[in-house]
């Protein structure tokens, strides 16, 4: 099994940045798709940013050229920059990893099987 903890949210201004990462814990995830995705009050749970273990990436169009997920798997860790930040990106962030070891990262939410606690981001002035 797996653990995921994620850090690095907070409070900044539109335009602003934030780092996040998550760290994971236990069975290592060399081979894992590992995903991003954010949940804002009142909606539901949405796709932000994936990376498969071939590096190969993925956005949603709403982050795109605005963030960008990477990964060390020396330190089992992924990250997500954040740039040019929007009072539309506040949510709760989760780290999430797929153990299906696909070539071409998913995008569907129930692709994944590890969850983290998720980090509150709240881009606001």
């Known amino acids: 099994q797996v653990q995921l903890v994620e850090s690095g949210g907070g409070l900044v201004q539109p335009g602003g940045s934030l780092r996040l990462s998550c760290a994971a814990t236990?069975?290592?995830?060399?081979?894992?798709?590992m995903g991003w995705f954010r949940q804002a009050p009142g909606k539901e749970r949405e796709f932000v940013a994936t990376?498969?273990?071939?590096?190969?990436?993925a956005y949603a169009d709403s982050v795109k050229g605005r963030f960008t997920i990477s990964r060390d798997n020396a330190k089992n860790t992924v990250s997500l920059q954040m740039n040019s930040l929007k009072p539309e990106d506040t949510a709760v962030y989760y780290c999430?990893?797929?153990?299906?070891?696909?070539?071409?990262?998913?995008?569907?939410?129930?692709?994944?099987?590890?969850w983290g606690q998720g980090t509150q981001v709240t881009v606001s002035s």
């Open positions: 990376i498969s273990w071939k590096g190969i990436r």
């Open positions: 236990g069975r290592t995830f060399t081979s894992y798709t």
């Open positions: 999430a990893a797929d153990d299906a070891r696909t070539v071409v990262p998913g995008t569907g939410l129930n692709e994944y099987d590890y």
